[in-house]
């Protein structure tokens, strides 16, 4: 029967359809339609497995724009396994689904690492001056949730505040027990020198604060990185360039990655972020600063919308007293080798052998 023919009456009636319930025999011995309770339940989850499929294909037609990449997304694979066109489907998907929602043309990069790069980053221990405009530049590049309520602000940079102090003879007999100093030293309870239990929630009325010393902390992006090891959906992962980044469609909310991280540099959304349209960044990449979901983890990548197209992170540029610094590891001119030939440098928890690629150094 070609295309075009249409079946005829007889040859419709002479097939009995299917679908049509057989009447029972009078006779119990006689054959009939016997169903079991298994087969009743295979035909059912096919069934229901069809018309889940069939949904899918019908709301990715559906002129519902939101509905169909919702779908679409539900449906990808992950980031890393998708091929070329794929990733470009993936892209047009959300750049058509957040300009629609923020209400201006959003941009969604998938540029993706560069040959010979290695990215690098250091800090200058003793420039910092606390301001924190690094913190507020990194929120406002990277579409960070801005709420006030608990779980609804978003801060991937954390300044500490450390206080500068000395051991004093005044307290030698001060300690406890009263006037023996055995237990617990009179020096105990004040800062002595520079430590690592700080604050992050100060608000000065000028800084630098006398007799305090600042240390940003942010994600280290690891070499070897625990929290991708213990990843049970493989949705982080180091990028050959160097960032560790998430595809934030795959991530199931689980936190084991925050849990395995020494360097507390990951957060999740607990509630769906607050990012208010006039004040979302349209210029996106795919595994960095696109609008998150509810119930997925983030953390810092550089800037890949910036740092792949030759840019310096945010909070490179915004730095006022240039402590921040930021290049190619292979490039032994690069201001990062430079600064790791020529300073003194460290690395925070190196005794983790984490290996970071972010370091510390003073003059």
Known sequence: MTPNESPSADSVQEKPSQCQA????????????????????????ALSMSSLMGTAALMVQSDDAAAAVEWAEHFQKNYRLMTD??????????ERRYSSEYGKKVTVDTTGPQPGMLMGYALNIRKCIGCRRCVHACVEENNQSRGERAGEKIEWIQVLRMERGEFSKDKMNQGYPEGLGIQVGGNAYTPAGQVLEGQYHYEPQAVPEKDATYMPIACMQCEKPPCVKVCPVRTTYREADG???IDYNWCIGCRMCMGACPYWARRINLTTPVLPKEEMNPVTHYLGNRPRMRGVVE????????????????????????????????????????????????????ELNTFPKFFYFYD
């Open 299 to 350: 953390k810092c990548h550089w800037c890949l919308q910036r740092s792949r197209q030759g840019r310096y992170p945010a909070c490179v540029e915004v730095c006022p007293v240039g402590a921040r610094k930021f290049g190619n590891l292979l490039d032994p001119e690069s201001e990062v080798s430079l600064i790791l030939a020529r300073k003194n440098v460290f690395r925070l928890k190196a």
């Open 22 to 45: 057989q009447p029972a025999a009078a006779d119990p011995s006689a054959p009939g339609l016997k169903t079991s309770r298994r087969g009743f339940l295979k035909a059912g989850g």
């Open 85 to 94: 066109a794929e990733k470009a489907e993936a892209r047009a998907r959300l």
């Open 243 to 245: 960032p560790v980044v």
